[in-house]
């Protein structure tokens, strides 16, 4: 039998997830009914298969992180390493991002003045540093994000 490789295992616990929600949207639904009529569907047996779709979940997911925890990527450390990275670089770029916009007054209507008497608004912050510093921040973003599905192909999921 031919090995599961990690980007298949992660389509696999998405769609997993994706179904088990979805069952339990159903379970909610026929968990109950009115008297003389028939449900629309039997809930005892949607939540049965709902349980066997979790207990199938938390072994993909007990695999996945054993698997992540274990593959190295040279540099970046191990794949669980590298996606810390991405995603602090994810959030480093979202606030570098909202700075940005904010100290262009990005939004803000009337940035100016409209009679002389008003304040004038200033930015407290380097705009177009911050925009250059987004910048670099989103292509060491897709550069991870790169080396992270590359390894997914190439990883074999662990047992």
């Known amino acids: 039998m031919a090995a599961v ?14 179904r088990a929600e979805q069952l339990r949207a159903r379970v909610v639904s026929s968990a109950r009914y009115q008297e003389g009529e028939t449900p629309a569907e039997d ?17 993909l997911i007990r695999r996945i992180n054993r698997t992540n925890a274990t593959v190295e990527m040279g540099e970046d450390g191990t794949l669980t390493d590298a996606l810390a990275r991405r995603d602090v670089l994810r959030l480093r770029h979202s606030v570098v991002t909202a700075a940005a916009d904010a100290a262009a007054g990005t939004g803000d209507r009337g940035y100016g003045r409209q ?6 608004m200033l930015s407290a912050l380097p705009v177009a540093e911050l925009r250059a510093q987004a910048d670099v ?16 192909w190439e990883a074999d999921l662990l047992d």
């Open 5 to 18: 490789k990690l980007a298949e295992a992660l389509a696999e616990r998405a769609d997993a997830t994706r």
């Open 43 to 59: 809930a005892a047996q949607l939540l049965a298969e709902a349980g066997e779709v979790l207990d199938t979940l938390e072994t």
């Open 137 to 152: 921040l989103a292509r060491e973003i897709r550069e991870v994000d790169v080396r992270i599905q590359r390894t997914n």
């Open 115 to 120: 009679l002389r008497s008003e304040l004038m």
